[in-house]
Structures are given as structure tokens and as C-alpha cells.
């Protein structure tokens, strides 16, 4: 439960600027100032959802050296498997 309330906190608090400009109630350098708070808001959000799998990449390449021939639970396997589809 707690993997889909996060996200929904994360767009609540992405879109939270953009509602008085919706609503027409913000209007001029107000208004171009929190567009621009909500595109660095989204900026961060991906930097930071491309910066997180590598972290844990990483972590998991560090132990994986003693298996060095093994391609289980890698891409390789998964993309082994989806050519074996087509």
C-alpha cells in the first residue's frame, strides 16, 4: 500500500504549484514562476528516479564478482528470454 500512497504524495506536491494558475487566479510573473518551480520540480524528480537504479546497480555489481559467467537475473537473461519470444 505504502508503494502506491509515496507516489501519489510525489504528483500531489508536483502539481500543487500549477492549481491557482489553472484556476486563473495567478496570473503574470507569479504564474511564470511557479511553472518554472514545477519543471525543475519534474527535473529533480527524474534526475533522481534515473540516479537511484544506478546507485543500486552499482551496490550490486560490487558483489557480484565472483559470479562473473553468470548472466542470471541480468538483462542479458531478460533479453534472452524476449528473444526467445519473438
Known amino acids: 500500500m505504502e508503494l ?3 507516489p501519489a504524495i510525489a504528483l500531489a506536491l508536483l502539481i500543487a504549484p500549477l492549481v491557482g494558475v489553472l484556476r486563473g ?15 525543475c520540480i519534474f527535473a529533480g524528480m527524474c534526475v533522481i528516479g534515473i540516479a537511484i ?5 552499482l551496490a550490486a555489481d560490487e558483489g557480484a564478482t565472483a559470479a562473473v559467467g553468470s548472466i542470471v537475473g541480468t538483462t542479458a537473461q531478460g533479453l534472452g528470454f524476449i528473444a526467445a519470444g519473438l
Not at 27 to 34: Q, V
Not at 53 to 57: F, G, K, R, Y
Open 4 to 6: 502506491l500512497i509515496i
Open 25 to 39: 487566479k495567478v496570473e503574470g510573473a507569479r504564474a511564470r514562476s511557479r511553472i518554472v518551480a514545477n519543471l
Open 53 to 57: 537504479p544506478i546507485a543500486t546497480a
